[in-house]
């Protein structure tokens, strides 16, 4: 989670949109001493929804559906404003939040069905009161794919967005009530990290869903080890690598390149933040128009026409911590192919950043979370493969080139929770977990198998009257 330069004390909290300042969304911060009224009432109306049939459940997300899908263009909206990203990219986001209702109910239907045999019938039952702490980059799409699977579960909801974007959590809110969803079971509070914590240390949780860096996952994780009655749910990026080998369409490989990497102001998770050519004379030109496609990129705000690419990344600060990152780089023997710089002063606007860290061993293994592209050559297959597991990250990788065979080691020998073959790293199926290992989470993978993490099995022996064993263990005697 990252921090509001809005003081805690004060008694609203406000987004703004990052590049002009101007206010996007004004509502009342959360006090940390109402957690206690909020988690009470959250439990009372969870009782009741559990008892509720699946079909019921179900039949509430289909409304919420209905009613995002009538307000697609305001949830838009609300997310380019506040976040910054372009309509176009905002619109794709409104949509899965749409989708994601039915792929839930797939998904519920697939893995948390009741199911009977050998003699044992097991049922699911959820965890209670959980709380889902929001990111700014999808401030839509990712608290949706554990709020919709929580409740379906049936479960409560108490979800903290990101200071940045607390209108697009409000809307959703207005969405779910214009849904019939009964009282109390999503709950939305606003406020800083501090809150965030409050909420997630609260001993009327279940559970916590958590988006975000791995600095604030890690806490979360070590709050949780004394707490093993709690689930919970890490989601913590990566220093994704994408290899690029031989291939017969150099410009299809830098497209895809610069897709994975600045795609949102290199603001997703699976962004590339390394890209590992293997040397010859295909991947040097595919470098050449890797660098001639991102001096063209349009970067704005989202209201210009035409739209741009890409907006801004999330803040000033944000953006000082790119170009300090990029600046430590450089210091330690990063070669500049074209440098990340604001595009406007006193602004977020940031135009992308390449460079050739070749000959910088000591580069940091860190997410670099924006538009800044570290360029990694390497001789052969072996050594483009050591470089990809040079992590302790392990969220998402790929290659771009290659063949079936080189594409098989890759996937076999890569330490990643997604893997793909020319296709962009920044594209993940709903129909899929998503999810990494190593640093990138704690092997609760979300979308498809999110519903594995909002409810618990329960497994019983049954029979309708007490019965005599046909077989008794031996000097277990039963007399007349």
């Not at 009432?41 to 009741?48: D, G, S």
């Not at 207005?174 to 501090?194: K, M, S, T, Y």
């Amino acid at each position: 989670m990252r921090s509001s330069a809005q003081p805690a004390d004060t008694p609203e909290i406000e987004s703004l949109d990052p590049v002009t300042g101007e206010t996007v969304w004004r509502g009342p911060r959360t006090d940390p001493a109402a957690l206690d009224t909020i988690l009470r009432e959250a439990r009372a109306a969870q009782a009741e929804w559990r008892r509720r049939p699946f079909a019921d459940r179900a039949a509430h997300a289909r409304a919420f559906a209905q009613a995002a899908g009538n307000h697609k263009n305001a949830l838009a909206a609300m997310v380019s404003a506040e976040n910054g990203k372009p309509l176009w990219e905002a619109r794709t986001e409104a949509a899965a939040v749409v989708a994601k209702v039915d792929l839930s109910i797939r998904a519920h239907d697939i893995r948390c069905s009741e199911f009977e045999d050998g003699g044992a019938v097991t049922r699911f039952r959820p965890h209670g009161v959980v709380a889902v702490l929001g990111p700014f980059n999808f401030p839509a799409h990712l608290p949706n794919g554990h709020i919709i699977p929580a409740l379906l579960a049936g479960n409560a909801v108490v979800f903290k967005p990101s200071e940045h974007t607390p209108g697009v959590a409000a809307l959703m809110a207005e969405l779910w009530r214009e849904a019939g969803l009964p009282r109390g079971l999503l709950n939305i509070v606003h406020g800083d990290g501090a809150l965030g914590a409050a909420l997630a240390a609260h001993s009327g949780i279940d559970g916590v869903y958590f988006t975000g860096s791995e600095s604030v996952g890690k806490q979360l994780l070590q709050h949780h080890s004394l707490h093993p009655g709690k689930i919970l749910a890490l989601e913590m990026g990566g220093n994704n690598p994408l290899v690029v080998a031989d291939c017969d369409d150099p410009t299809a490989a830098a497209v895809l390149a610069v897709q994975s990497a600045f795609l949102s102001a290199g603001q997703r998770c699976t962004c590339a933040r390394r890209l590992i050519l293997i040397e010859s004379l295909s991947t040097r030109r595919v470098m050449g128009d890797v660098l001639r496609i991102t001096k063209s990129l349009t970067v704005g705000h989202h209201s210009e026409l035409p739209e741009p690419f890409t907006g801004p990344v999330i803040s000033n600060a944000a953006a000082d911590r790119i170009l300090e990152a990029q600046a430590a780089l450089i210091e330690a023997g990063a070669r500049p192919l074209t440098a990340a710089e604001r595009m406007r002063e006193g602004t977020p606007l940031l135009r992308p950043g390449i460079l050739d860290a070749t000959e910088a061993p000591g580069r940091p293994d860190e997410e670099i979370f924006g538009p800044l592209l570290q360029v990694i050559r390497v001789a052969d297959f072996e050594s483009a493969v050591a470089e990809v597991n040079n992590t302790r990250f392990g969220l998402a990788a790929g290659l771009i080139g290659g063949d079936g065979a080189m594409y098989s080691q890759f996937r076999d020998r890569v330490r990643a929770g997604i893997v793909n073959w020319n296709r962009p790293l920044t594209g993940a199926s709903g129909a899929a977990p998503f999810g990494g290992v190593g640093h990138s989470g704690n092997h609760r993978p979300s979308a498809f198998f999110a519903t594995d993490y909002c409810a618990y099995p329960v497994a019983s022996m049954e029979d309708d009257r007490p019965r005599i064993p046909e077989k008794l263990p031996p000097g277990l005697a039963v007399r007349a």
